[in-house]
């Protein structure tokens, strides 16, 4: 079992950067490939953006395309997002999700694990 654990949410003006971290309990964490959703009000969960377990090439959504970025430290067992000129439909809880040896995904039902989720919200 692999618990996630996201950090880094909170308020934000739009415009503004935020950087979000999930540390994994895994200890084979590098061999995991990794993800961000994102889950608005009232709407379906989301893909954001992905890594891979293998090369570290990531795959990025359009809404998302030019202002965030996702990175690993596998040293660490933690994943990043760094979100850049937020605005204010950025605002949802934000997860992070694992998957095992995972292909390079956007689809939720690929993920193995997810953690709690934290709160981001864009102030306009």
């Known amino acids: 079992q692999v618990q996630l654990v996201e950090s880094g949410g909170g308020v934000v003006q739009a415009g503004g950067s935020l950087r979000l971290s999930c540390a994994a309990s895994?200890?084979?964490?590098?061999?995991?490939?990794m993800g961000w959703f994102r889950q608005a009000p009232g709407q379906e969960r989301e893909f954001v953006v992905c890594i891979t377990w293998t090369n570290g090439a990531t795959y990025v959504a359009d809404s998302a395309k030019g202002r965030f970025t996702i990175s690993r430290d596998n040293a660490k067992n933690t994943v990043y997002l760094q979100m850049n000129s937020l605005k204010p439909e950025d605002t949802a809880v934000y997860y992070c999700?694992?998957?095992?040896?995972?292909?390079?995904?956007?689809?939720?039902?690929?993920?193995?694990?997810w953690g709690q989720g934290t709160q981001v919200t864009v102030s306009s």
């Open positions: 895994a200890r084979t964490f590098s061999t995991y490939a």
């Open positions: 999700a694992a998957a095992y040896r995972g292909t390079w995904s956007r689809r939720e039902s690929d993920y193995d694990y």
